[in-house]
Protein backbone atom coordinates (compact mmCIF):
# COMPACT_ATOMS: atom_id res chain seq x y z
CA UNK A 1 0.00 0.00 0.00
CA UNK A 2 1.11 3.43 -0.78
CA UNK A 3 0.88 6.46 2.26
CA UNK A 4 -0.74 9.29 0.69
CA UNK A 5 2.36 11.30 -0.21
CA UNK A 6 3.67 8.48 -2.40
CA UNK A 7 0.28 7.80 -4.04
CA UNK A 8 -0.10 11.83 -4.74
CA UNK A 9 3.65 11.38 -6.51
CA UNK A 10 2.64 8.30 -8.92
CA UNK A 11 -0.80 9.84 -9.77
CA UNK A 12 0.80 13.13 -10.50
CA UNK A 13 -1.96 14.95 -8.11
CA UNK A 14 -1.30 17.12 -5.18
CA UNK A 15 -2.21 15.34 -1.75
CA UNK A 16 -4.59 18.45 -1.15
CA UNK A 17 -6.32 17.04 -3.77
CA UNK A 18 -6.48 13.51 -2.86
CA UNK A 19 -7.97 14.64 0.44
CA UNK A 20 -10.52 16.81 -1.64
CA UNK A 21 -11.44 13.81 -3.70
CA UNK A 22 -11.90 11.49 -0.17
CA UNK A 23 -14.14 14.35 1.25
CA UNK A 24 -15.93 14.25 -1.66
CA UNK A 25 -16.13 10.82 -2.08
CA UNK A 26 -14.83 10.32 -5.29
CA UNK A 27 -11.44 8.16 -4.51
CA UNK A 28 -11.34 7.05 -0.83
CA UNK A 29 -8.17 5.61 0.70
CA UNK A 30 -8.54 1.73 0.92
CA UNK A 31 -7.50 2.02 4.37
CA UNK A 32 -7.23 4.99 7.02
CA UNK A 33 -5.41 4.10 10.55
CA UNK A 34 -7.79 4.27 13.76
CA UNK A 35 -5.04 6.35 15.85
CA UNK A 36 -2.98 8.55 12.75
CA UNK A 37 -5.92 8.85 10.36
CA UNK A 38 -3.18 7.80 7.84
CA UNK A 39 -4.83 7.56 4.54
CA UNK A 40 -3.48 4.47 2.68
CA UNK A 41 -4.05 3.59 -1.37
CA UNK A 42 -3.85 0.49 -3.17
CA UNK A 43 -1.86 0.39 -6.48
CA UNK A 44 -5.01 -1.08 -7.67
CA UNK A 45 -6.66 2.61 -7.37
CA UNK A 46 -4.07 4.41 -9.66
CA UNK A 47 -6.74 3.23 -12.78
CA UNK A 48 -9.09 4.93 -11.08
CA UNK A 49 -7.02 8.47 -10.34
CA UNK A 50 -6.52 8.36 -14.30
CA UNK A 51 -9.98 7.69 -14.81
CA UNK A 52 -10.72 11.33 -12.82
CA UNK A 53 -7.88 13.27 -14.41
CA UNK A 54 -8.87 12.38 -17.75
CA UNK A 55 -12.43 13.36 -17.51
CA UNK A 56 -11.98 15.96 -15.86
CA UNK A 57 -9.14 17.43 -18.48
CA UNK A 58 -12.31 16.70 -20.99
CA UNK A 59 -14.41 19.24 -18.91
CA UNK A 60 -16.47 17.45 -16.72
CA UNK A 61 -17.38 18.19 -13.15
CA UNK A 62 -16.40 16.31 -10.36
CA UNK A 63 -20.10 15.03 -9.99
CA UNK A 64 -20.50 14.19 -13.47
CA UNK A 65 -16.89 11.99 -13.17
CA UNK A 66 -18.65 10.30 -10.33
CA UNK A 67 -21.49 9.50 -11.89
CA UNK A 68 -19.77 8.38 -14.74
CA UNK A 69 -17.38 6.01 -12.33
CA UNK A 70 -19.84 4.96 -9.82
CA UNK A 71 -23.15 4.61 -12.14
CA UNK A 72 -21.26 1.95 -14.45
CA UNK A 73 -22.11 4.39 -17.17
CA UNK A 74 -21.63 2.33 -20.31
CA UNK A 75 -19.16 3.09 -23.44
CA UNK A 76 -21.57 4.16 -25.86
CA UNK A 77 -23.52 6.50 -22.78
CA UNK A 78 -19.72 7.73 -22.52
CA UNK A 79 -19.36 8.00 -26.24
CA UNK A 80 -22.50 10.41 -26.41
CA UNK A 81 -21.42 12.46 -23.19
CA UNK A 82 -17.80 12.86 -25.11
CA UNK A 83 -19.66 14.10 -27.72
CA UNK A 84 -21.50 16.26 -26.36
CA UNK A 85 -18.63 18.17 -24.49
CA UNK A 86 -17.03 18.43 -27.81
CA UNK A 87 -19.74 20.30 -29.31
CA UNK A 88 -19.53 22.29 -26.34
CA UNK A 89 -16.02 22.93 -26.43
CA UNK A 90 -16.33 23.66 -30.46
CA UNK A 91 -19.39 26.52 -29.57
CA UNK A 92 -17.09 27.97 -26.83
CA UNK A 93 -14.22 28.24 -28.95
CA UNK A 94 -16.19 29.93 -31.90
CA UNK A 95 -17.69 32.27 -28.88
CA UNK A 96 -14.09 33.15 -27.77
CA UNK A 97 -12.91 33.39 -31.42
CA UNK A 98 -16.14 35.90 -31.88
CA UNK A 99 -15.26 37.92 -29.23
CA UNK A 100 -11.67 38.64 -30.07
CA UNK A 101 -12.65 39.65 -33.33
CA UNK A 102 -14.63 42.36 -31.51
CA UNK A 103 -12.03 43.06 -29.39
CA UNK A 104 -9.79 43.54 -32.31
CA UNK A 105 -12.21 45.77 -34.18
CA UNK A 106 -12.46 47.99 -31.06
CA UNK A 107 -9.09 48.54 -30.68
CA UNK A 108 -8.98 49.12 -34.31
CA UNK A 109 -11.15 51.64 -33.60
CA UNK A 110 -10.04 53.41 -30.99
CA UNK A 111 -6.35 53.62 -33.28
CA UNK A 112 -8.18 55.33 -36.04
CA UNK A 113 -10.20 57.69 -34.35
CA UNK A 114 -10.71 60.88 -36.41
CA UNK A 115 -8.94 59.57 -39.40
CA UNK A 116 -11.40 59.39 -42.06
CA UNK A 117 -10.75 61.50 -45.07
CA UNK A 118 -13.58 63.78 -45.44
CA UNK A 119 -13.63 62.41 -49.38
CA UNK A 120 -14.47 59.22 -47.99
CA UNK A 121 -18.27 60.43 -46.92
CA UNK A 122 -20.73 60.66 -49.76
CA UNK A 123 -23.95 62.74 -48.81
CA UNK A 124 -26.75 61.27 -52.01
CA UNK A 125 -29.91 60.31 -52.16
CA UNK A 126 -30.66 56.18 -51.96
CA UNK A 127 -33.68 55.12 -54.56
CA UNK A 128 -36.64 53.59 -53.11
CA UNK A 129 -36.64 49.36 -53.25
CA UNK A 130 -38.66 46.73 -53.21
CA UNK A 131 -37.22 43.94 -51.66
CA UNK A 132 -38.53 40.52 -50.57
CA UNK A 133 -37.59 39.67 -46.88
CA UNK A 134 -37.33 37.92 -43.85
CA UNK A 135 -36.99 39.70 -40.33
CA UNK A 136 -36.54 38.76 -36.57
CA UNK A 137 -34.87 39.82 -33.37
CA UNK A 138 -31.82 40.49 -32.16
CA UNK A 139 -30.86 41.43 -28.63
CA UNK A 140 -28.85 44.50 -29.19
CA UNK A 141 -27.49 46.09 -32.03
CA UNK A 142 -23.99 45.47 -31.48
CA UNK A 143 -22.08 43.24 -34.18
CA UNK A 144 -22.01 39.97 -32.09
CA UNK A 145 -25.86 40.02 -31.50
CA UNK A 146 -26.71 40.94 -34.97
CA UNK A 147 -24.81 38.26 -36.89
CA UNK A 148 -25.95 35.26 -35.56
CA UNK A 149 -30.00 36.44 -36.35
CA UNK A 150 -29.33 38.05 -40.31
CA UNK A 151 -26.74 35.21 -41.19
CA UNK A 152 -29.24 32.43 -40.91
CA UNK A 153 -32.00 34.86 -42.42
CA UNK A 154 -30.03 35.64 -45.61
CA UNK A 155 -29.60 32.30 -46.24
CA UNK A 156 -33.05 30.82 -45.38
CA UNK A 157 -34.56 33.87 -47.65
CA UNK A 158 -32.10 32.66 -50.43
CA UNK A 159 -33.73 29.29 -50.46
CA UNK A 160 -37.21 30.84 -50.27
CA UNK A 161 -36.56 33.00 -52.88
CA UNK A 162 -35.15 29.62 -55.07
CA UNK A 163 -38.13 27.67 -54.03
CA UNK A 164 -40.68 30.65 -55.60
CA UNK A 165 -38.66 30.62 -58.58
CA UNK A 166 -38.02 34.77 -57.40
CA UNK A 167 -34.19 36.01 -58.80
CA UNK A 168 -32.79 39.07 -56.73
CA UNK A 169 -32.20 41.79 -59.15
CA UNK A 170 -29.46 43.40 -57.19
CA UNK A 171 -27.31 43.31 -53.87
CA UNK A 172 -28.64 42.61 -50.40
CA UNK A 173 -29.98 45.22 -48.17
CA UNK A 174 -30.28 45.14 -43.93
CA UNK A 175 -32.17 47.53 -42.35
CA UNK A 176 -33.10 47.56 -38.62
CA UNK A 177 -35.92 49.37 -36.35
CA UNK A 178 -36.36 49.44 -32.49
CA UNK A 179 -38.59 46.10 -31.48
CA UNK A 180 -42.09 47.69 -31.72
CA UNK A 181 -42.81 46.28 -28.02
CA UNK A 182 -40.84 48.42 -26.79
CA UNK A 183 -38.52 45.62 -25.38
CA UNK A 184 -35.18 46.97 -26.11
CA UNK A 185 -34.64 44.19 -29.17
CA UNK A 186 -33.99 45.52 -32.66
CA UNK A 187 -36.05 44.26 -35.45
CA UNK A 188 -33.35 42.62 -38.23
CA UNK A 189 -34.37 42.73 -41.57
CA UNK A 190 -32.31 41.12 -44.23
CA UNK A 191 -33.65 42.04 -47.23
CA UNK A 192 -32.91 41.15 -51.11
CA UNK A 193 -34.14 43.37 -54.11
CA UNK A 194 -36.74 41.80 -56.45
CA UNK A 195 -38.88 42.72 -59.58
CA UNK A 196 -41.73 45.10 -59.29
CA UNK A 197 -44.14 42.70 -59.96
CA UNK A 198 -43.36 40.60 -57.33
CA UNK A 199 -45.87 39.35 -54.49
CA UNK A 200 -46.18 38.38 -50.62
CA UNK A 201 -46.51 34.99 -50.18
CA UNK A 202 -45.91 33.37 -52.99
CA UNK A 203 -47.79 30.14 -54.27
CA UNK A 204 -45.89 26.55 -53.28
CA UNK A 205 -43.20 27.59 -51.13
CA UNK A 206 -42.29 29.06 -47.66
CA UNK A 207 -43.70 32.67 -47.28
CA UNK A 208 -41.49 35.63 -47.07
CA UNK A 209 -42.55 39.20 -47.11
CA UNK A 210 -42.42 41.81 -50.21
CA UNK A 211 -42.37 45.74 -49.27
CA UNK A 212 -41.14 48.41 -50.84
CA UNK A 213 -38.47 50.43 -48.94
CA UNK A 214 -38.86 53.98 -49.05
CA UNK A 215 -36.39 56.52 -50.68
CA UNK A 216 -33.79 58.06 -48.45
CA UNK A 217 -33.64 61.77 -49.60
CA UNK A 218 -30.38 62.24 -48.12
CA UNK A 219 -27.90 60.03 -46.99
CA UNK A 220 -24.05 60.32 -45.52
CA UNK A 221 -22.84 56.68 -46.88
CA UNK A 222 -19.29 55.45 -46.64
CA UNK A 223 -18.26 51.81 -47.98
CA UNK A 224 -16.65 49.46 -44.97
CA UNK A 225 -14.47 46.91 -46.43
CA UNK A 226 -14.23 43.27 -44.40
CA UNK A 227 -16.27 41.13 -42.33
CA UNK A 228 -19.10 43.20 -40.80
CA UNK A 229 -17.98 41.98 -37.45
CA UNK A 230 -15.77 44.71 -37.73
CA UNK A 231 -18.15 47.42 -38.84
CA UNK A 232 -17.77 49.43 -35.83
CA UNK A 233 -15.02 51.84 -36.73
CA UNK A 234 -16.15 52.89 -39.79
CA UNK A 235 -19.99 53.30 -38.55
CA UNK A 236 -18.13 55.03 -35.27
CA UNK A 237 -16.16 57.70 -37.75
CA UNK A 238 -19.32 58.09 -40.38
CA UNK A 239 -21.07 59.64 -37.00
CA UNK A 240 -18.51 61.65 -35.69
CA UNK A 241 -18.23 62.79 -39.78
CA UNK A 242 -21.56 63.39 -39.31
CA UNK A 243 -21.79 65.31 -36.44
CA UNK A 244 -18.72 67.26 -37.16
CA UNK A 245 -20.12 68.68 -40.70
CA UNK A 246 -23.40 69.63 -38.64
CA UNK A 247 -25.81 67.12 -39.95
CA UNK A 248 -28.36 64.70 -37.40
CA UNK A 249 -29.14 61.43 -38.04
CA UNK A 250 -32.62 60.14 -38.81
CA UNK A 251 -32.00 56.50 -37.94
CA UNK A 252 -30.56 53.19 -38.26
CA UNK A 253 -28.44 53.20 -41.36
CA UNK A 254 -29.22 50.65 -44.44
CA UNK A 255 -26.08 48.45 -45.28
CA UNK A 256 -26.03 47.43 -48.97
CA UNK A 257 -23.99 44.38 -49.78
CA UNK A 258 -22.07 45.15 -52.83
CA UNK A 259 -19.55 42.10 -52.81
CA UNK A 260 -19.93 39.27 -50.43
CA UNK A 261 -17.57 36.48 -51.64
CA UNK A 262 -16.93 33.47 -49.48
CA UNK A 263 -13.81 35.27 -48.14
CA UNK A 264 -15.32 37.80 -45.21
CA UNK A 265 -12.48 39.96 -44.92
CA UNK A 266 -13.24 40.65 -48.96
CA UNK A 267 -16.79 41.83 -48.16
CA UNK A 268 -17.47 45.03 -49.59
CA UNK A 269 -20.30 46.96 -48.03
CA UNK A 270 -21.70 50.61 -48.14
CA UNK A 271 -23.10 52.16 -44.97
CA UNK A 272 -26.16 54.32 -45.29
CA UNK A 273 -27.10 56.88 -42.88
CA UNK A 274 -30.56 58.25 -43.17
CA UNK A 275 -30.09 62.35 -42.54
CA UNK A 276 -32.33 64.76 -40.95
CA UNK A 277 -33.29 67.44 -43.46
CA UNK A 278 -32.48 71.29 -42.30
Known sequence: MFIIGDFARHGRVSVRMLRHYDATGLLRPAHVDATTGYRFYEAGQLARLHRIIALKDLGFTLQQVRTILDEEVSTEELRGMLRLRRVELEAAAAAAAARLVQVEARLRGLESEGTMAAHDVVVKSVPAVRVAELSAVADGFAPEEIGPVITPLFAELGRRL?????????????YYEDEPDGSGGILVHAALPVASGT???TTGGDP???VDLPALPAAATVVHHGPMDDVVPTAQALARWIDTHGHRSAGYARELYLASPDDPAEWVTEIQEPLAEG
Open 208 to 210: FDV
Open 199 to 201: AAG
Open 162 to 174: DEAGATPVGPAVA
